[in-house]
């Protein structure tokens, strides 16, 4: 059974940074792509970064060149590095695991941006 566990949400002003992780238990993450997605309040879950396997990476236009995707197939853990962070950045953050059989989920890492 394959666990993904987040952390490194918080609080920041505008204009700021955080680095989120994803750790995976499990032989099958580096196999697989790993996504961040993330939720506002009263709005549909949206994707927000993809890494494939070999390490090709596609971003959402609202955070292109602000927002790095990475990942350490030796950790088994998926990065986002946000910087220049918006107040409509503010959302709670999942990362998603891929595989042909299923998808898996973490619990979600909440991220909040003053103005």
């Known amino acids: 059974q394959v666990q993904l566990v987040e952390s490194g949400g918080g609080y920041v002003q505008a204009g700021g940074s955080l680095r989120l992780s994803c750790a995976a238990s499990?032989?099958?993450?580096?196999?697989?792509?790993m996504h961040w997605y993330r939720q506002a309040p009263g709005k549909q879950r949206e994707l927000v970064a993809t890494?494939?396997?070999?390490?090709?990476?596609n971003y959402a236009d609202s955070v292109k060149g602000r927002f790095t995707i990475s990942r350490d197939n030796a950790k088994n853990t998926v990065y986002l590095q946000m910087n220049s962070l918006k107040p409509e950045d503010t959302a709670v953050y999942y990362c998603?695991?891929?595989?042909?059989?299923?998808?898996?989920w973490g619990q979600g890492t909440q991220v909040t941006v003053s103005s």
């Open positions: 998603k695991l891929t595989t042909v059989l299923r998808n898996y």
């Open positions: 499990g032989s099958i993450f580096s196999f697989n792509a």
């Open positions: 890494i494939t396997s070999g390490s090709s990476t």
